[in-house]
């Protein structure tokens, strides 16, 4: 069985009046990411890697910005689609890992959460 790499990254500005969700969890915090959709990085970096893996379009052109549907969506519809996309083409996701840069707010007891709706979405469990 081949297998195939891809790599995706995602920046948001922080914003006061707005909800943090990052890897689908919403995070107690007095910012969040400006965005159309959710502006979760976490999925947006993670759809743009599984759809670089398999050769397919990146979000942006999957979900314009400008499409007033994706305005406040919740980012895991993208990575359900980028999975879609990567069975469809004849793969299936096997492994990702995750490298979140961020000062604050504190991560680490989201992470549990994180992994587990990442795993939920890829159709594999964290950890395995």
Known sequence: MSFRVGLGFDAHRLVADCRLVLGGV???????LEGHSDGDVVLHALT????????????????PSGEPRWKGAASRIFVERAVQIVGERGYRVTQVDIVIIAEAP???PHFEAMQALIGELLGVSAGS
């Open 48 to 63: 743009d890697a599984l759809l670089g893996a398999v050769g397919g379009p990146d979000i942006g052109r999957l979900f």
């Open 26 to 32: 919403g995070i107690s915090f007095d910012k969040g």
């Open 106 to 108: 504190r991560l680490a």
